[in-house]
Each structure stands twice: as C-alpha cells, then as structure tokens.
C-alpha cells in the first residue's frame, strides 16, 4: 500500500501537463489584457480625435 501511495506521488510530481496548461491559461489572461488595455486607450484617443474633427467643422 506505501509502495502505491509513494508511487502515486511520485508520479504527480513528475507530471506537467497541469503545468503546462496553467502557463498557457496565464499567457492567455497577460494577452486579454494587454488588448482590452490597448483597446481602451485606442479608442480613448479616437474619441478625442473625432471631438477635435466636429468641433472644427
């Protein structure tokens, strides 16, 4: 039985494949919110820009 239980952690120590797959979740989460930032601050300035263009016309 300690031989099993041994072996069992053993091999859940070994294993990346929850690893891996937490990596790939963060990577993913850094991306989200680096576009909805680059988003925001585009069309920040796009509003600007527009608010510029009615005011002279």
Do not use: P, W
């Amino acid at each position: 039985m300690l031989k099993k239980i041994q072996s069992f952690l053993s091999n859940f120590v070994r294993n990346e494949d929850g690893v891996t797959a937490i990596e790939y979740a963060l990577i993913a989460a850094l991306v989200a919110v680096v576009i909805i930032g680059g988003a925001t601050l585009l069309g920040t300035n796009l509003n600007a820009l527009f608010t510029t263009i009615v005011d002279k016309i």
